[in-house]
């Protein structure tokens, strides 16, 4: 009997993720990269040019020149600017709450309705995909003083007429009402998405205790809904503090009367493509955008704070 010696087989190559290194995944990163190639040209550069153009005085035509922090300084002491914030955020709670508050009664009885619902989303969602321009058009003729329906309205009820469109408050009413019209619908299916998604069993069980419907309301729809509500909130306080189409067509560049209508993007937009002074422009965006990002971490914290409580 004889013995042969045997070698141990080797055992197979195997390489692990961390081996392949960076490059062997070079077909996945050559597949993301028109994102991260057009944010950086439309996104990351645009943003990091007006930063560095807050800091400068540019008529778009001769060279830059570096002014330091001078565009803030004038910022501060600018009482167009403090009247086009205030008129912003007038706007915004005078056409967000409306619009959320609308929206959720909407969303409510959409969800409970058995006939006709999806002629109903379709109804609700329309505003929303209706040109701007075209909208803003139509309500600055719906609030005209001599041929406007709600003049018509008012003086078939014996009720004196009002220059909508020519006093402070009036301007801001058209706007909201505008915003409403055109943000309750989107914001009405965005909730009626989580008022689905919210078990049946949890409705019958409030009912089987005897919970009315504004019990079963803010002890089970509310608090399910807080993550859609968060959502609805942040985008549409984005929204809100940029409006800028809704008041450009119906009173103009200026503002209209007393420049009730002036918001702080028309404000940018002034400065920027009227006056051709853009390095106090960027001064302005830079402004909003921090505005914008005020505004979302006060909606975070009252919204989305209170969910791990």
């Known amino acids: 009997?004889?013995?042969?010696?045997?070698?141990?087989?080797?055992?197979?190559?195997?390489?692990?993720?961390?081996?392949?290194?960076?490059?062997?995944?070079?077909?996945?990163?050559?597949?993301?990269?028109?994102?991260?190639?057009?944010?950086?040209?439309?996104?990351?550069?645009?943003?990091?040019?007006?930063?560095?153009?807050?800091?400068?005085?540019?008529?778009?035509?001769?060279?830059?020149?570096?002014?330091?922090?001078?565009?803030?300084?004038?910022?501060?002491?600018?009482?167009?600017?403090?009247?086009?914030?205030?008129?912003?955020?007038?706007?915004?709670?005078?056409?967000?709450?409306?619009?959320?508050?609308?929206?959720?009664?909407?969303?409510?009885?959409?969800?409970?309705?058995?006939?006709f619902s999806s002629v109903y989303r379709v109804a609700y969602f329309i505003p929303n995909i209706t040109s701007l321009v075209a909208a803003a058009i139509f309500f600055a003729a719906v609030f005209s003083t001599n041929f406007g329906l709600i003049n018509s309205g008012l003086r078939a009820l014996g009720i004196e007429t009002q220059d909508w469109l020519g006093q402070p408050w009036g301007i801001k009413i058209a706007i909201s009402?505008?915003?409403?019209?055109?943000?309750?619908?989107?914001?009405?299916?965005i909730y009626l998405a989580g008022l689905q998604a919210i078990p049946k069993e949890q409705y019958e069980a409030a009912k089987v205790d005897?919970?009315?419907?504004?019990?079963?309301?803010?002890?089970?729809?509310?608090?399910?809904?807080?993550?859609?509500?968060?959502?609805?909130?942040?985008?549409?306080?984005?929204?809100?503090?940029?409006?800028?189409?809704?008041?450009?067509?119906?009173?103009?560049?200026?503002?209209?009367?007393?420049?009730?209508?002036m918001t702080i993007v028309m404000y940018f937009y002034q400065q920027a493509f009227l006056n051709n002074d853009y390095g106090y422009a960027a001064a302005i965006a830079l402004s909003i955008f921090m505005l914008v990002l005020l505004f979302t971490a006060i909606n975070w914290k009252l919204v989305g704070g209170r969910g791990k409580q």
């Open 177 to 189: 009402t505008m915003i409403v019209w055109q943000w309750a619908g989107y914001n009405t299916i």
């Open 1 to 115: 009997m004889t013995l042969t010696a045997t070698t141990p087989a080797k055992a197979p190559r195997t390489t692990t993720r961390r081996q392949r290194g960076v490059l062997s995944y070079w077909r996945f990163y050559l597949a993301l990269s028109p994102f991260y190639i057009l944010f950086l040209v439309f996104g990351l550069y645009p943003m990091a040019s007006t930063i560095l153009l807050g800091f400068q005085k540019w008529d778009g035509f001769t060279p830059r020149t570096f002014v330091g922090l001078q565009n803030f300084a004038f910022l501060i002491e600018d009482s167009t600017f403090w009247l086009a914030l205030k008129n912003t955020v007038v706007l915004f709670f005078m056409s967000t709450v409306p619009t959320l508050a609308i929206a959720l009664v909407l969303a409510v009885m959409l969800n409970s309705a058995v006939r």
């Open 210 to 261: 005897g919970a009315g419907p504004a019990r079963t309301f803010f002890s089970i729809t509310l608090p399910q809904l807080r993550p859609v509500v968060l959502f609805t909130v942040v985008t549409s306080t984005i929204g809100g503090l940029q409006t800028f189409t809704e008041p450009q067509v119906m009173v103009g560049n200026s503002g209209g009367v007393g420049q009730s209508g």
